[in-house]
């Protein structure tokens, strides 16, 4: 993993002789869903999103800035612990990306992800019995790999370099329990969009994106074995784009 990323960061100084260029800012709102599932769980609501995308920001170089900060509102459902509504979701992704080769529709580079969860209330499930929950957060490195093959699809293909999975268990019982974090180091996205022309130069983007990650190492606490279990995401929506003044 280390020599994937130390690669990528040399694709990613590739410079190029043109001109310089105005940085352009090209931003996006979004609206879509999110549904997230483990073996025995899953947290299914809408989302907004706010994403940015910055060019020509460093002079002669073929370099990407971008962002993407999504909130959601998600309703909890457990086959152990019941259900709960209104669970705050909080993701953001940080890239930075360049051409492999000029004009080849190729790009890599890296990506900072994060995610925050709050689970911190109380479950119900059908006999009436409740439980605690608690707040879940990850940082996780990603290695990027998009293809653009003309004007209008991108296709972009995630491995994780490494993750962080942050579990506040103190939160559902601070007498049993502390906080642990597991360590994640298998996982893939992939992300499929299609950018529509609107008559006024905005365009709108559908998109699809696929996540899954590998069940995590494991920690010892509290007389049991914790692990954050194999599990997937699907993302779907819309992204109105358009280029700031």
């Not at 002789?17 to 483990?38: D, F, I, Q, R």
């Not at 990407?64 to 709960?84: F, H, P, R």
């Amino acid at each position: 993993n280390t020599s994937l990323a130390t690669i990528t960061i040399a694709l990613c100084l590739n410079t190029t002789s043109v001109a310089l260029a105005e940085p352009t800012v090209t931003w996006g709102l979004s609206a879509g869903m999110n549904k997230y599932t483990e073996a025995n769980m899953k947290l299914v609501g809408p989302e907004l999103g706010l994403h940015v995308r910055a060019a020509d920001v460093f002079p002669n170089t073929n370099w990407l800035l971008e962002a993407d900060v999504l909130l959601g509102k998600q309703n909890y459902t457990s086959t152990s612990t019941g259900s709960m509504r209104g669970v705050g979701n909080l993701e953001t992704r940080w890239r930075v990306v360049g051409e492999i080769f000029p004009d080849s529709g190729w790009s890599t580079g890296l990506a900072l992800h994060t995610l925050w969860n709050d689970l911190q209330g109380i479950a119900t499930d059908g006999n009436g019995q409740t439980y605690n929950g608690y707040q879940r957060s990850a940082q996780q490195v990603w290695l990027p790999i998009r293809w653009t093959p003309g004007d209008a699809w991108t296709y972009e293909l995630g491995a994780l370099i490494n993750g962080k999975h942050t579990s506040a268990l103190s939160q559902a019982d601070p007498a049993a329990y502390s906080d642990i974090t597991n360590t994640q180091k298998r996982g893939t996205y992939l992300q499929a969009s299609v950018s529509l022309g609107l008559s006024n130069g905005d365009r709108l983007s559908p998109f699809v994106r696929i996540t899954q990650l590998s069940t995590s190492d494991m920690i010892s606490m509290g007389g049991k074995n914790w692990t954050e279990p194999n599990n997937h995401r699907l993302q779907t929506g819309v992204i109105w784009q358009f280029v700031s003044p």
